[in-house]
């Protein structure tokens, strides 16, 4: 069946629904019943008014798994007279949409229809198979809805983007879950009020909070509650908090190891360290793991983390987060967490340097100026004995100042090249160690200037 095909319309749960589960069958018919993203869809908001003119532009929805967008093109084939095709971008690719194309093209020429394609997961589409759509788009034949989970800034062609009008739906909240719970319960033909049922407050308010925003969860695990509990003597079945429980275990965590949820949580995880809260910092690393994050991914955040925002405020920072990766390999989980927590506690509550950026400000001076020669006293002295044995003139060698030779190993002497005087890119820090070796070094040069 197509997925915007309309379903059998009985009287009863047994016409048309009885195979499907419930979270498809309470898949919301029409605007009206669409819950969530009033942003969006709300009462005089721009995607209600174009729904109900009837005047639908291209459009792409993006938001987080679970948060309605195949629901909202789901609505928007009911609500507007227009043909609607489907193509799955996992799936389908060019040699489908040629298909739909030439359908459309006919339909256009026979009723004047216009015909909407519904692209689900369409980041999956690369560059050529993205801008195949858009002479299509140009020339009116299709209007395209696109779903997508990514952000469309980094996953959509320009060309495309241009072309059509961006809808961000955010999570559901725990509030629009229950809304669709009770109807479920209520709802004779398509939900559970066929069955006589009892649902505690709380029981309802778990199933709420453990789907987390995922209405399809919920609703699963509210008709597995419903079909798997016996009823009572009186034929009633009654769901209480532990039935909910049993029925929903684990809490959904919304991430996407490949989505902007990736992006953000890592974002979250790093700034919560560089802030220096490490409370915050062991929440946001454990969303990810929650979530199913590569616990490698967040060790290597954190080596980087060691060098780029502690740096030789406490140098030794990198060996810490290196030796509590290294336990890790050898241990697993669930063990593993200790060494993850050792590392994210160690790198918030260390005193916090960012001097290790100077690499790139002397990358940047030399890709615009080039590199200057190296000065002769500092070049290779076997080079420079050969050149003054065959060329007749000094060894530039010579030069050179050995600063194990002189006290405290160092010795004022210059070594950038002839064009740089008195250029300075690496800045001290204030924390940590990094003042004691600031002082160590102006002690050594300022005894050498005496």
Not at 83 to 89: D, G, K, L, T, Y
Not at 311 to 331: C, N, R, W
Request: aromatic fraction near 8%; charge should be negative.
């Amino acid at each position: 069946m197509d997925l915007f095909e309309k379903e059998n319309s009985g009287n009863s749960l047994n016409e048309g629904y009885e195979d499907q589960p419930l979270a498809t069958r309470m898949r919301p018919q029409s605007l009206d019943e669409f819950v969530g993203q009033e942003h969006l869809v709300g009462e005089g908001k721009m995607l209600n008014r174009m729904i109900k003119s009837g005047v639908i532009g291209s459009l792409v929805f993006y938001g987080p798994p679970s948060s309605g967008k195949t629901t909202l093109a789901h609505v928007i084939s009911r609500e507007i007279d227009a043909r609607f095709e489907v193509i799955n971008a996992v799936l389908d690719g060019i040699k489908e949409l040629r298909k739909v194309v030439t359908k459309a093209e006919h339909q256009k020429k026979a009723t004047g229809k216009k015909t909407i394609l519904f692209v689900d997961e369409i980041h999956r589409w690369n560059k050529a198979q993205q801008d195949a759509l858009l002479p299509h788009l140009e020339s009116g034949v299709l209007t395209l809805v696109g779903a997508t989970t990514e952000n469309p800034f980094y996953s959509l062609v320009s060309p495309l983007l241009s072309r059509c009008q961006l809808f961000e739906l955010y999570p559901l909240t725990k509030e629009d879950v229950v809304v669709m719970l009770h109807r479920a319960l209520k709802d004779e033909e398509r939900g559970l009020g066929y069955i006589d049922i009892t649902v505690s407050d709380k029981a309802l308010d778990h199933l709420a909070d453990y789907a987390g925003g995922d209405i399809r969860n919920a609703l699963n695990a509210l008709e597995v509650a419903a079909l798997s509990t016996p009823k009572s003597e009186d034929g009633r079945v009654e769901i209480t908090l532990e039935i909910a429980r049993q029925s929903i275990q684990k809490r959904s965590v919304r991430y996407d190891r490949t989505g902007d949820e990736h992006y953000h949580y890592a974002s979250a995880f790093i700034k919560s360290m560089r802030g220096s809260d490490p409370d915050a910092a062991l929440y946001w690393m454990n969303a990810m793991l929650e979530g199913g994050e590569d616990p490698q991914f967040i060790f290597r955040r954190m080596l980087i983390f060691a060098s780029e925002d502690v740096g030789m405020a406490d140098p030794y920072a990198i060996t810490v987060v290196h030796s509590a990766q290294e336990a890790f390999l050898k241990t697993g989980m669930p063990e593993g967490f200790y060494f993850l927590s050792h590392a994210c506690i160690f790198l918030s509550i260390s005193p916090k340097s960012n001097s290790t950026k100077a690499v790139f400000e002397i990358n940047s001076e030399i890709k615009k100026k080039g590199v200057g020669d190296v000065p002769s006293h500092l070049r290779d002295k076997t080079a420079n004995k050969l050149a003054s044995m065959y060329l007749d003139h000094k060894n530039a060698s010579d030069d050179y100042k050995y600063p194990h030779s002189y006290p405290r190993h160092w010795v004022r002497q210059k070594y950038l090249p002839d064009s740089y005087d008195d250029c300075s890119w690496f800045e001290f820090g204030t924390e940590g160690r990094e003042p004691i070796l600031r002082k160590r070094l102006e002690e050594i040069k300022k005894s050498k200037e005496k």
